[in-house]
């Protein structure tokens, strides 16, 4: 079984920053990619940022320049440094993996962390 764990949401006021951690665990073989996806109210869910083995990075153009994403490849951890946060950025954040296990890729995703930029 693999396991998602998200942390780091909360409340923060406009310009401010956050950081949010995810990390994978279980019978894992081999993770490809690793990243955020997130879901604002009444929108469909959309990337934010992934990494792919090897380290290169993606970006939605809305966060280019103030998200940065990283990687822990040791302890399968991805982070996402939030920074000069805007009200729009408000969603429910979810860390997702691309992993092989059992012979199997597939994707697997935390439940989500809670993210409000409100004055």
């Known amino acids: 079984q693999v396991q998602l764990v998200e942390s780091g949401g909360g409340l923060v006021q406009p310009g401010g920053s956050l950081r949010l951690s995810c990390a994978a665990s279980g019978s894992i073989f081999s993770i490809y990619i690793m990243g955020w996806y997130r879901q604002a109210p009444g929108k469909q869910r959309e990337l934010v940022a992934n990494?792919?083995?090897?380290?290169?990075?993606n970006y939605a153009d809305s966060v280019k320049g103030r998200f940065t994403i990283s990687r822990d490849y040791n302890k399968n951890t991805v982070d996402l440094q939030m920074n000069s946060l805007k009200p729009e950025d408000t969603a429910v954040y979810y860390c997702?993996?691309?992993?092989?296990?059992?012979?199997?890729?597939?994707?697997?995703w935390g439940q989500g962390t809670q993210v409000t930029v409100s004055s």
């Open positions: 997702y993996a691309d992993l092989e296990r059992d012979y199997r890729r597939s994707n697997y």
């Open positions: 990494i792919i083995s090897g380290g290169s990075t």
